[in-house]
Structures are given as structure tokens and as C-alpha cells.
């Protein structure tokens, strides 16, 4: 077996970047470019403005609103997680006061393409799934947000559940990875990260598809219905792959 | 408390406690800002380095930052300080200290001896005053000289972590990494897996393939699966092939309690790992991570700036002779250092400060994606620390891991390091890479075919 030949089968089994060759001590031209391009795509995700318009043309017959963060830039809201977490002051009048039973909170996170790419159809996936019994709030689509915002908005509309579909930290090897955090009664400032669950790289085709990813998650929101409850209760009554995850 | 003061333009600064000083000190970072740390302009920055410059270091010993009721690392600290060790700084002020540490006077020797005279609080206040040239300088003269299979710390050696990362634990595909790694050079210092679950049964499998590795190679190094100190010491009891033990470590109780350990716990699997007797060349069998902004992250920081408190988590280190320490310098986000300038200048800090506590320090040099930084930061913080003297540094492949979702550097950066500071691998790794083919004439790795080379059995085994 020749050296590129073991090297490529040897990556079929990792993902990693091994076997790269060298140019001296450094690497060859293509892999360096490789990396960068990696790079590029993983920061542009991150810096990319959120588009909530483009997510609402997806949602027909859904209503929406928009919301923003205390946070007002970029780059106060990467340094600043605190105001991610919390509504700006003049937006949570344009909240929809109401008896919802859950809300659903697109956030464009670290990743505004995942969110663009993944979060209307997870919306409407998840809701197609839902019974006559769940009273759904208009969707809010936020930026400049983090996943406690969700509580914020909840708290602010009366809903007694909250999805966050949330643009996840990017990777070089996926910059388009979308999480879903569900809620169940949350408290501004009480809830922490142990009270919610958490599906983490929804990214089809190469992470969890929409179908299997709303099937997931509507079967957690009628079990944390039951129970009341989300967080470590709900996790030990699900599958495996319905499990907390560290929050950006 | 008395207050701290110091007069600047004209303006007169007041600082209420040893705390607040230090924070206002600090140079700018992200972490400090989100706590409210931070000064509040940098001319109150450089009043507070005045103020600081003036303090004398025994204050320190009588105004512990954490109330020593409170937090078991501060008892830590004030209850193992080696006031005779102390003595030829006792007189000195922060600002003193800084002169005497670049001087002349202070050689390899003396600042090994001074080592369990200095309390964290010290070297990280004596770290505010000092630039990053500075750092260098001194962190350059420390030697801190550790062993268990392989010697870490020598004059003129760079280590390297080996990190063959997979997010399922495939053990076709680490095998693959290591692989990789094995024929760049790389693993002298460790090993080093970060497996995607805790579980013993998985600890145990991963740690039985690097067992078997070294095993059959006879490769002069150790292995380590990074797992919770609870989990190595479970397995040790059943019979498990641990080499090194690991744990994430911070510089307050409460931080330490939000990982789950404790000292008792440290001592406990300390003693177990030490009583395997698994070393060849020594028995320094603990491995450290620590890095800024985890007790902030934890909100368990009691009102101190993150740089001190991580030169706090060193005192819980040293406690323990470790093989090896590092910094995860880039690794929490740019919430704690923003950008590549605030994690070059952390990472120098971290290191100056470990080295002066005389700890083996390494680094991760690192980023994650939403921060600020690129490869030309790892590029440029790589060669600072190894002219530093750093003791090893983490390598991944192509500087990219893909369970840990962040960069860092690569075997190819290690590779250039060696290479442009004429740094050699750890004497008994470098002695094993010449038996087996791996060294050219000049010392370098040599660059192998995948057909001759007795190492590519690991994969050609995995590919078949």
C-alpha cells in the first residue's frame, strides 16, 4: 500500500486532519488554503447578520415578531453574555401578551446561517407535531440572542414553555449547526442550564434531520407538560440522545 | 483594610482593597469587563499599577483576597508558604520584585529555591507590572524538570501532547490520529484523549488502546484519557492501565466544587496513581488543566480578577508534584479574552506565573472560532512561549480538533518550533524516535513512506 493510499483509507475512519504531507516543516499549500477556507466559513458564520426577515418568508401563515437583545452590536454581544440574555427595554412591548402554551424563539446565537438555513423548518416541523391542545404563540425571532433570552420572552407573553432554536459555536468542520433548547416554565434569572434539554447539531444531511430532530423534541414538550418540568427530571425518562448539553 | 492610592494626571485614585487593585491593574480583557472588574478607564488602569508597584509583598501574607474561613485554597496557600524560602523577597514591594526578578541576580537556581516562598497573589500582581517581553525573560530562566516515562522541562527540549481526538471514541479513528502524530514527531509529553463521554467503559477502552501502543512499540511516554478524577480513581481500582491522572483544577473552592473535586479527592487519587508505580525515569504521575475565566464562569470568583485567580489554581498544582500543568489559554471563548492579543498576553501570564510557583507549564495555545483570532496567532504566541522556555504544548492534527469543536496548534507547528529555536523532544522520546527510524541526520523528523515504515502497522491494520 502506497503512503496516499494507507492515508486515505485511514480517513475513512476520522475526520481529522491527518496524513497532510509537509512542505519543510510546514503544511503543503492546499492543506493551509483548506484550513483557512474552514476558518473563513466558521467566522463568517459568527459575524454574519441575522436576516429575521428571510426566516418569517418561510414561515407562511405563521405570525412573527422581532425582537433584539440588550446587547447592541456584535461585538459587545460576544464579550457581553449577560445582554445576550436579556430583551432590549423597548422591545418587549411589541410582545403578544397571551395564554400560550409554548413560544418559539428563533436566535440567531453564533451562527446566523444555521438559523437561516435550519430553524423555519424546525419550526414547522415541531408544530405540525403538536396537538389541538398546544396553544402556539406568534414566533419571535430575536437577535443579538442567546438562549436564555427564551425565558425573557416567555416570561414577557405569559407562555408557559419556550423553544430556542439557536445558531450553536461553530466548528471548522460545521458551521451550520442548529440547537433546540426547550423550557418548561421559565424564570428570568432563576432557570439555569440544568433546567432545560437541549438537541444539539440539527444539521441535515450530515447532523440530526428535521423530522427525527421535531419528533424528538414534541415528544420532550408533551412529556415536560406531564411532568411539569424540564431539565435532569425529563432527561432520565428520555433516549440517550436527548440530552443536556453545555450552552454557549 | 486600608485603602490604595496613587495620584495621576492630576487625579487622585483610591482602590478599597488588595482585590480591587489588582483587578484595576489587570491589563484590558473581556472577562474582567463582564464581571465588573475591570478598571474604568486605562488611566485608572496604570494608577492602579502605581498603587501596586508601591505595596509590600508581605501584604499579601496578612490580606488574603479570599477570607481564609471561607475557601480551602487560600488556607492552602497561607498554610504551606515557606516563609524561609521567602526571606530574599521579604523586603521587597510588587514593583521591587519585578526589577529583582529581571536582574542578573536572579538565576535559575535562586528562583527555584524562591518557589514555595511566593504565594499566587504575588507573582500575579508582580505578572501586572510587567510587559510581555518581561514574561519572557523571566519565564525563560525557570526550570522546572519533571518525570514519569519521559523527562520534561530540560534546557533546549519542547514537548508535545499528542491529542487524537474522535467525537464517538472510534478506536479505528484515534488509532488513526495517533498515527498521524507518532510519525510528526509529537507525544513525548503525553498522550492525551478527550474522550466524548465520561463512562468508565469507555475511559477503560481508549486507555487500553494507548496502553497497548506503547506497550508494543515501546514508546517512552505516557498515556492519559481525560476523564473526572472520581472516574480514574474507580478504575485504577479495577485494574485499568492509568498512567497519568487527570483533572480540570481552578483557583477557588467553589470553582473547584464546580467541577466536582475537592482536595481530599486530589490526595486520594494522587495516592492511588503514585502507588501503581507505572513510571520508568520518575513518579510524577498528575496532569493539570487550568485556564482563565472558569471561576467567573462559574460564578464562584469572590470579586478577584481571572488572571488572579487562575495563578491561584497553580497553588492547588503544586500541592501535588504534577508531570504536567497547562493553561487551555483560548479555550472558554472571547467573552473571557476577546481577541488574539488578550489570549497571547493570558498565556504568557499563565506561564510566567506557573513557572515562578514552579510548576511544568504548557499550553494549549488555542482559539475557538468566535473569537477574534487565526492561525497567525497560534503562530505567533507558539514561537513567544518557546522562547519562553514553555515545557510542551498541545497538538492536534492540522490544528483542528473535531471532538473539541476549537484551534489549536499543530504537529507541524511543533515541528517549526523545534526547528527555528533548535528545541529537541524529551531525551527518551527523541532516543526511541532515532531506533526507529524517525530522526535525519540533523536531528529533525525525518518525513517516512507508508510502505516501509514498521509504525504504519498501526493503520495498514486499520485500513485493511
Not at chain 2, 161 to 188: E, I
Not at chain 2, 213 to 229: D, F, K, N
Not at chain 2, 410 to 418: I, V
Request: glycine fraction near 10%.
Amino acid at each position: 500500500m502506497a503512503n496516499g493510499e494507507l492515508w486515505t483509507a485511514l480517513r475513512r475512519r476520522t475526520q481529522a486532519r491527518i496524513g497532510l504531507g509537509r512542505a519543510g516543516s510546514a503544511l503543503p499549500t492546499r492543506h493551509r488554503l483548506e484550513l483557512q477556507a474552514a476558518h473563513a466559513a466558521a467566522r463568517d458564520a459568527v459575524h454574519s447578520p441575522f436576516d429575521p426577515d428571510a426566516v418569517a418568508g418561510r414561515l407562511p401563515g405563521m405570525p412573527t415578531v422581532r425582537v433584539r437583545s440588550a446587547a447592541p452590536d456584535r461585538l459587545t454581544y460576544l464579550q457581553r453574555p449577560d445582554l445576550g440574555r436579556r430583551l432590549h427595554p423597548t422591545d418587549r412591548a411589541h410582545l403578544p401578551v397571551g395564554d400560550w402554551d409554548v413560544v418559539f424563539v428563533v436566535a440567531d446565537g453564533l451562527s446566523s446561517r444555521a438559523v437561516h438555513e435550519h430553524a423555519a423548518r424546525m419550526v414547522r416541523s415541531t408544530a405540525d407535531r403538536l396537538g389541538e391542545t398546544w396553544r402556539v404563540a406568534p414566533v419571535v425571532l430575536a437577535e443579538q440572542a442567546r438562549v436564555a433570552l427564551g425565558d425573557d420572552v416567555a416570561a414577557a407573553m405569559g407562555a408557559k414553555a419556550v423553544v430556542v432554536l439557536v445558531g450553536e459555536r461553530p466548528g471548522m468542520s460545521a458551521a451550520d449547526s442548529l440547537g433546540a433548547y426547550l423550557t418548561y416554565a421559565p424564570n428570568p434569572g432563576v432557570t439555569t442550564d440544568a433546567d432545560r434539554n437541549c438537541l444539539s447539531n440539527i444539521r441535515p444531511p450530515l447532523g440530526l434531520d428535521y423530522e427525527t430532530a421535531a419528533a424528538k423534541l414534541a415528544g420532550l414538550m408533551e412529556r415536560a407538560r406531564e411532568l411539569g418540568g424540564t431539565g435532569v427530571r425529563l432527561k432520565d425518562e428520555t433516549d440517550p440522545d436527548g440530552v443536556v448539553e453545555p450552552l454557549l | 483594610m486600608s485603602p490604595y492610592t496613587s495620584t495621576l494626571g492630576g487625579e487622585r485614585h483610591r482602590f478599597d482593597s488588595l482585590a480591587r487593585l489588582l483587578a484595576a491593574a489587570s491589563p484590558e480583557r473581556s472577562g474582567d469587563r463582564l464581571a465588573g472588574l475591570a478598571a474604568r478607564s486605562a488611566q485608572e488602569r496604570v494608577a492602579a499599577r502605581w498603587a501596586l508597584a508601591e505595596v509590600p509583598l508581605t501584604d499579601f501574607l496578612t490580606q488574603p483576597l479570599i477570607p481564609y474561613e471561607d475557601d480551602d485554597v487560600t488556607r492552602l496557600i497561607l498554610d504551606t508558604h515557606d516563609a524561609a524560602a521567602f526571606a530574599p523577597v521579604a523586603a521587597l514591594t510588587v514593583g521591587e520584585l519585578r526589577e529583582w526578578l529581571l536582574s542578573e541576580a536572579a538565576d535559575a537556581v535562586t528562583l527555584a529555591a524562591l518557589a514555595p516562598g511566593l504565594t499566587p497573589e504575588m507573582v500575579a500582581a508582580v505578572s501586572k507590572l510587567m510587559g510581555n517581553a518581561d514574561l519572557v525573560a523571566v519565564a525563560r530562566k525557570v526550570r522546572v524538570v519533571t518525570a514519569f516515562r519521559s523527562t520534561i522541562g530540560l534546557p533546549g527540549r519542547l514537548a508535545t501532547r499528542l491529542q487524537p481526538n474522535h467525537p464517538t471514541d472510534d478506536p479505528a479513528g484515534v488509532a488513526a490520529a495517533l498515527l498521524d502524530g507518532l510519525l510528526l514527531g509529537s507525544g513525548d509529553a503525553v498522550i492525551g484523549i478527550n474522550p466524548a463521554t465520561d463512562s468508565p467503559k469507555a475511559v477503560r477502552d481508549l486507555l487500553e488502546l494507548l496502553d497497548g501502543v506503547i506497550e508494543r512499540y515501546a514508546i517512552p511516554t505516557q498515556s492519559c484519557v481525560l476523564c473526572h478524577v472520581t472516574t480514574s480513581v474507580d478504575l485504577m481500582e479495577r485494574g485499568a492501565p492509568v498512567d497519568l491522572v487527570f483533572q480540570s483544577i481552578a483557583g477557588t473552592q467553589a470553582a473547584n466544587a464546580s467541577f466536582g473535586v475537592t482536595l481530599g479527592l486530589l490526595d486520594e487519587a494522587h495516592e492511588a496513581a503514585r502507588g501503581l508505580g507505572r513510571g520508568t525515569v520518575g513518579n510524577d504521575v498528575m496532569y493539570f488543566e487550568t485556564g482563565q475565566g472558569s471561576a467567573l464562569s462559574a460564578d464562584a470568583h469572590h470579586g478577584v480578577d481571572q488572571q488572579t485567580v487562575e495563578a491561584r489554581a497553580y497553588a492547588v498544582a503544586r500541592r501535588y508534584d504534577p508531570l504536567l500543568v497547562n493553561t487551555v489559554v483560548g479555550f472558554i471563548g472571547p467573552e473571557y479574552l476577546y481577541d488574539g492579543r488578550q489570549i497571547l498576553r493570558a498565556a504568557l501570564e499563565d506561564h510566567f506565573c506557573g513557572k515562578l510557583l514552579g510548576l511544568p507549564m504548557g499550553l494549549d495555545i488555542c482559539y475557538t472560532n468566535h473569537a477574534d483570532a487565526d492561525d497567525d496567532d497560534i503562530a505567533t504566541m507558539l514561537t513567544m512561549l518557546g522562547v519562553a522556555g514553555a515545557s510542551f504544548v498541545i497538538c492536534t492534527p492540522g490544528g483542528d480538533d473535531i471532538m473539541l469543536n476549537y484551534q489549536s496548534a499543530s504537529y507541524h507547528d511543533a515541528l517549526y518550533l523545534r526547528e527555528v529555536l533548535g528545541l529537541r523532544p524529551a531525551p527518551e522520546f527523541e532516543a526511541w524516535l532515532g531506533s526507529i527510524g524517525l530522526l535525519d541526520e540533523r536531528g529533525g523528523i525525518r518525513e517516512v513512506s507508508g510502505t516501509t515504515h514498521p509504525l504504519t502497522a498501526i493503520g495498514r491494520e486499520l485500513a485493511a
